[in-house]
T-cell receptor, first 113, second 114 residues
Framework: DAGVTQSPTHLIKTRGQQVTLRCSPKSGHDTVSWYQQALGQGPQFIFQYYEEEERQRGNFPDRFSGHQFPNYSSELNVNALLLGDSALYLC????????????FGPGTRLLVL | DAKTTQPTSMDCAEGRAANLPCNHS???????VYWYRQIHSQGPQYIIHGLKNNETNEMASLIITEDRKSSTLILPHATLRDTAVYYC???????????????FGRGTQLTVWP
């Protein structure tokens, strides 16, 4: 049974570019949450997708957007990259919208130069 | 916003029990206590959660005080592979606008020594 998978594992971009990160949830899960983890900090909630809609959003600008597909996989898009967007981006999946246990993927390390 | 307080760091000798404390004095009646750990540069790993009763699984035990204002995660026989940052998180369950998110603080860096 595959757990949560994310791609790519590492990515290097320059300021102003756009990036798309991908996540496949654990088998049987239909809810995907995205988190950003800066170096030395705990993960910060970006948003959550359920039934192909954004259901909750943390304190992140509109440059951060997402999508969920019918097969429950999800994408995180970041436009107009800033140096401060350099971080580990984590995807977590769970079953249902009601706050069940979230299981995390290995993350995508983004470096913005 | 994180609702928990944890020590910044702790040490433990290999083979001994590691007891990681967490204060959550403002916890509500319907909020659970969750524990995750994160080994360097990997995704957080779910360990255990509980509401008011003590819980045990293959990884750890969770002891929650009767007033639910604090809890302790116990790793009964720590190994070098248990070296990680441990996060204590309080969250609700059920449908609601903010229940889906996890609020991570800085956690406790546990170092297990040989």
């Amino acid at each position: 049974d595959a757990g949560v998978t994310q791609s790519p594992t590492h990515l290097i971009k320059t300021r102003g570019q756009q990036v798309t990160l991908r996540c496949s949830p654990k088998s049987g899960h239909d809810t995907v949450s995205w988190y950003q983890q800066a170096l030395g900090q705990g993960p910060q909630f970006i948003f959550q997708y359920y039934e192909e809609e954004e259901r909750q959003r943390g304190n992140f600008p509109d440059r951060f957007s997402g999508h969920q597909f019918p097969n429950y996989s999800s994408e995180l898009n970041v436009n107009a990259l800033l140096l401060g967007d350099s971080a580990l981006y984590l995807c977590a999946s769970s079953s249902g919208q009601g706050g069940k246990t979230q299981y995390f993927g290995p993350g995508t390390r983004l470096l913005v130069l | 916003d994180a609702k928990t307080t944890q020590p910044t760091s702790m040490d433990c000798a290999e083979g001994r029990a590691a007891n990681l404390p967490c204060n959550h004095s403002t916890i509500s009646g319907n909020e659970y206590v969750y524990w995750y750990r994160q080994i360097h540069s990997q995704g957080p790993q779910y360990i255990i959660h509980g509401l008011k009763n003590n819980e045990t699984n293959e990884m750890a035990s969770l002891i929650i005080t009767e007033d639910r204002k604090s809890s302790t995660l116990i790793l009964p026989h720590a190994t070098l592979r248990d070296t990680a940052v441990y996060y204590c998180i309080v969250r609700g369950q059920g449908r609601g606008s903010t229940l889906g998110r996890l609020y991570f603080g800085r956690g406790t860096q546990l170092t297990v020594w040989p």
